[in-house]
Every structure is written in C-alpha cells, then in structure tokens.
C-alpha cells in the first residue's frame, strides 16, 4: 500500500514557476515507477511526466516538454514536477501516482495509487 500526498500548487502569472511535490508513504518508494498527471474541468485526466524506478529515465508529454522536469529522491520518498515558463492552459489540478510495473505508461488506469491532487492555476 502506498498514500501520496501532493503539495505546491498555487496560483502563478503566466511565464512563472512553481515545483510540486509529492510525499509518498510505504518502504517500497523506490520500486514504483512515477506519474504526474493533470485534469482541467471538463476534461480527462492527461499524462504530464513520468519516470520509471527500473531506468530513472524521464518521459513528457509534448505539451511540457522542455518546461517541465520531473524528479525523484528515493531516499525521501519523493517525487518532484518542476515547472517552469507556465502557461494559461496549464491551469489544471495536478495529480502524482504510483505504479508498481518497471516501465512507464500513459494511461492513467493502469496507475495503482493516486495523491488527491493539488490546484495550479495560471493567470494571463
């Protein structure tokens, strides 16, 4: 059993930053691979980034790419989504989960644990 907790979101003008975190509980942190997620009001959960506890590579959806990093320290059961050059359609509620395969995968269903989501929304 794994319980994430997301944290650092907020509210952020256009062009800037924020990092979230996501704390996850369990001993067993290192062999999950990691997704961050995001869902906008009216539409379905999308993928964000992801990185795989077999390879530590990292994986971005096209959206992000180049403005977002995601990381992970194992040694505090934590996975970060840096995020930078923000735009308006970012805005969305962001969501960490785990998923106990080796390799990375897009769909959010085949996720087995999710944080409950934290709000980041960016002005224009």
């Known amino acids: 059993q794994v319980q994430l907790v997301e944290s650092g979101g907020g509210l952020v003008q256009a062009g800037g930053s924020l990092r979230l975190s996501c704390a996850a509980s369990?001993?067993?942190?290192?062999?999950?691979?990691m997704g961050w997620f995001r869902q906008a009001p009216e539409k379905e959960r999308e993928f964000v980034a992801g990185?795989?506890?077999?390879?530590?590579?990292?994986y971005y959806a096209d959206s992000v790419k180049g403005r977002f990093t995601i990381s992970r320290d194992n040694a505090k059961n934590t996975v970060y989504l840096q995020m930078n050059s923000l735009k308006p359609e970012d805005t969305a509620v962001y969501y960490c989960?785990?998923?106990?395969?080796?390799?990375?995968?897009?769909?959010?269903?085949?996720?087995?644990?999710w944080g409950q989501g934290t709000q980041v929304t960016v002005s224009s």
């Open positions: 989960a785990a998923d106990r395969d080796s390799f990375l995968r897009q769909n959010p269903d085949e996720y087995d644990y």
């Open positions: 369990g001993r067993t942190f290192s062999r999950y691979t």
């Open positions: 990185i795989p506890w077999s390879s530590g590579r990292t």
